[in-house]
């Protein structure tokens, strides 16, 4: 089975910086990848699918690239709303799976 | 608008079983795949189940695969999750989910619902 692994756990920026996440797959799953973020109290957003399509009405700072195993979700210039958790899922093979997810915090 | 709905949850016995409920509208609900998706209090997220648009292909994460099984009532645009011998590690709060691709292959997320609540405990 894959397993998603997502680095740092916990990412502290300061608003107006940019924001590197990272998700690693154990096994390839092609370019089959979505980044979600959550805040507090709220259901996950969809933000990137097939590793760096934005989803409808999500702002450009928002950029997903890689392939295969390796895949980032880059922010630039956090804003106030931009601080949450951020999850990767790999929709390659069931069965689905998410990374233990990225917390951005401000610094 | 798009919208999901879960109902269903409650304050169940270990052993014992549970049926969750989601009702969708504002899309044709029969194009599309769609998901169940858990949250323990402060934890991540697990994929728990999905289901093709025509019901022809169905997913279950490993922790659950033989106890809980989804379907898809298309017409009664409704996704339905039952649980049977619920344990203590399926509490969590869960999330209805719609596949963000029509007819083909499962693949993420575009609408979710605000969840229902699923507690095991004697």
């Known amino acids: 089975e894959i397993v998603m692994t997502q680095s740092p756990a916990t990412l502290s920026v300061s608003p107006g910086e940019g924001a590197t996440l990272s998700c690693r797959a154990s096994?390839?799953?092609?370019?089959?990848l979505a980044w979600y973020q959550q805040k507090p109290g709220q259901a996950p957003r969809l933000l990137i699918y097939a590793a760096s399509t934005r989803a409808t009405g999500i702002p450009a700072r928002f950029s997903g690239s890689g392939s295969g195993t390796e895949f980032t979700l880059t922010i630039s210039s956090l804003q106030s709303g931009d601080f949450a958790v951020y999850y990767c899922?790999?929709?390659?093979?069931?069965?689905?799976?998410f990374g233990g997810g990225t917390k951005v915090e401000i610094k | 608008e798009v919208q999901l709905v879960e109902y269903g949850g409650g304050l169940v016995q270990p052993g014992r079983s549970l049926r969750l409920s989601c009702a969708a509208s504002g899309f044709i609900f029969e194009h599309y795949a769609m998901h169940w998706v858990r949250q323990t209090p402060g934890k991540g997220l697990e994929w728990v189940s999905g289901?093709?648009?025509?019901?022809?292909?169905?997913g279950y994460a490993d922790s659950v695969k033989g106890r809980f099984t989804i379907s898809k009532d298309n017409a009664k645009n409704s996704l339905y999750l039952q649980m049977n011998s619920l344990r203590a590690e399926d509490t969590a709060l869960y999330y209805c989910?719609?596949?963000?691709?029509?007819?083909?292959?499962?693949?993420?997320?575009?609408?979710w619902g605000k969840g229902t609540t699923v507690t095991v405990s004697s």
């Open positions: 989910a719609k596949d963000r691709g029509s007819f083909g292959v499962v693949t993420s997320m575009d609408v």
């Open positions: 899922q790999q929709y390659n093979n069931w069965p689905l799976l």
């Open positions: 096994q390839s799953v092609s370019s089959n």
């Open positions: 289901i093709s648009w025509n019901s022809g292909n169905i």
